[in-house]
T-cell receptor, first 117, second 113 residues
């Protein structure tokens, strides 16, 4: 089945630094990828929709200058948390839809646990 | 706006017994998709079952089945013959077309041996 690879799985960074998270679709093309954030014991909240070759669409309340998204190819989207602060510590999950199947559910990466110290 | 409501924060079931997790949703769309995802402690999102709204027949996947009531906007998940490995967070999700998924708050399922 379709596989989405997310890297790194865990990252610890110091406050003020930037962290890049990669999301790759391994065996299918994805014109659209989605980035979710999940706080402990809470649900997944959509942060932004990443569109290949165009600007990402951010959900209300998500700072686009802080969470930079780049979707440079049909198989790769990146999320960069800039000038990270401890409140950015969370679990970030990417997902992608196999455009070839249209109606398919989203395929999820295994997530990235970000800890900002 | 579409919303997904899971009214049971926690549920518990005895091993080998049956449990039903509830989910309701709100939408003005007529064609959409509903899903149940399982999230074990590893945090990986695992698709359990899906249902297309235009299909009247309830989806079934081995021990997992749904009760889809379109008019009532209800989409419950039944787990039969519960196993210890079924213990996890379960999220109900809604999707329209090529859009993103919207998730409920989740239900934590505990399976007692």
């Amino acid at each position: 089945g379709a596989v989405v690879s997310q890297h790194p799985s865990r990252v610890i960074c110091k406050s003020g630094t930037s962290v890049k998270i990669e999301c790759r679709s391994l065996d299918f093309q994805a014109t659209t990828m989605f980035w979710y954030r999940q706080f402990p014991k809470q649900s997944l909240m959509l942060m932004a929709t990443s569109n290949e070759g165009s600007k990402a669409t951010y959900e209300q309340g998500v700072e686009k200058d802080k969470f930079l998204i780049n979707h440079a190819s049909l198989t790769l989207s990146t999320l960069t948390v800039t000038s990270a602060h401890p409140e950015d510590s969370s679990f970030y999950i990417c997902s992608a839809r196999d455009q070839g199947t249209g109606l398919a559910p989203l395929h999820f990466g295994n997530g990235t646990r970000l800890t900002v110290t | 706006a579409q919303t997904v409501t899971q009214s049971q924060p926690e549920m518990s079931v005895q091993e080998a017994e049956t449990v039903t997790l509830s989910c309701t949703y709100d939408t003005s769309e007529s064609d959409y998709y509903l899903f149940w995802y399982k999230q074990p402690p590893s945090r990986q999102m695992i698709l359990v079952i899906r249902q297309e709204a235009y299909k009247q027949q309830n989806a079934t996947e081995n021990r997992f089945s749904v009760n889809f009531q379109k008019a009532a906007k209800s989409f419950s998940l039944k787990i039969s013959d519960s196993q210890l490995g079924d213990a996890a967070m379960y999220f109900c999700a809604y999707k329209v077309g090529n859009n993103d998924m919207r998730f409920g708050a989740g239900t934590r399922l505990t399976v007692k041996p």
